[in-house]
């Protein structure tokens, strides 16, 4: 198994007038292929895991490492360019665009880099057909239900082929069907990538390849659930 994604005793504390808030400690952990579900009681640091693993924030101890590249290192700048080229991202809150149609959306990141537009168009729609919404491709955002805009992001997660997938609580608000929808899909393009999923979900959580349980701001647990 291939590691891509390490975090070193990674910590991140908050100030808060004279309190210091210890958001995270001394997590390490090395991403393997395949999906890893980030578990924990609200409060417990998995958001700032997220946030650190993929850049958007640096830690206040130890590093996060893509291969040989400290990322932490990086400017805010080559993070982006590092997230765009490596990460995908799902989100609760499905941020499309509302003024773009969902093929527009999905091509947005090739846009950002610099595919021509007829590969853009092509690799969309080849990307919506495999969420199941090729029919939907000319639809704006407000014209799809929560499940489909969850595919629709999911397609643009994955329009740059990135080896690093994150989800954060990616079936929030959805009802049953689309949960189970959005879940399959996500879980099918985790297995040749790294997912880190974080979620309250226990049950989702439970079709990963492996759980961490964060509890205050510390990895207390590595489980690997039973398969099936
Ligand atoms: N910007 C911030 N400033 C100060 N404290 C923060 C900040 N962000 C997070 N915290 C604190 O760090 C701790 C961990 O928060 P975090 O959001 O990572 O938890 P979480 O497990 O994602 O929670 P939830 O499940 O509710 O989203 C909490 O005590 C939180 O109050």
Redesign the pocket.
């Known amino acids: 198994m291939t590691s891509v994604l390490r975090a070193e005793n990674l910590g991140?504390r908050?100030?808060?007038g004279e309190k210091e808030?210890?958001?995270?400690e001394g997590f390490t952990f090395a991403f393997p292929q395949g999906s890893t579900a980030v578990v924990?009681?609200?409060?417990?640091?998995?958001?700032?895991?997220?946030?650190l693993l993929a850049g958007f924030d640096l830690p206040t101890e130890g590093g996060v490492y893509l291969g040989e590249l400290a990322l932490n290192r990086l400017s805010e700048d080559q993070r982006a360019e590092v997230r765009l080229q490596h990460m995908g991202f799902v989100f609760q809150q499905w941020n499309l665009i509302p003024t773009l149609t969902a093929w527009e959306n999905v091509a947005f990141p090739l846009l950002l880099a610099g595919l021509p537009p007829k590969a853009r168009k092509e690799r969309a729609l080849e990307l919506l057909e495999r969420v199941g919404l090729l029919e939907r491709a000319h639809h704006l955002p407000s014209r799809l239900s929560g499940g489909e805009q969850q595919r629709v992001a999911l397609a643009r997660a994955l329009a740059l082929d990135p080896p690093i997938l994150f989800a954060d609580?990616p079936t929030g608000n959805l009802d049953a069907t689309s949960r189970e929808q959005v879940a399959s899909l996500l879980f099918e393009a985790g297995e040749k990538r790294t997912l880190i999923l974080?979620t309250?979900d226990l049950e989702l959580a439970s079709q990963a390849d492996r759980i961490l349980h964060?509890k205050g701001?510390r990895l207390v647990r590595v489980a690997t659930p039973a398969p099936g």
Do not use: D, F, I, M
């Open positions: 991140k908050y100030r808060q808030v210890v958001a995270l924990g009681p609200s409060g417990s640091g998995k958001t700032t895991l997220l946030n609580e974080v309250h964060l701001g």
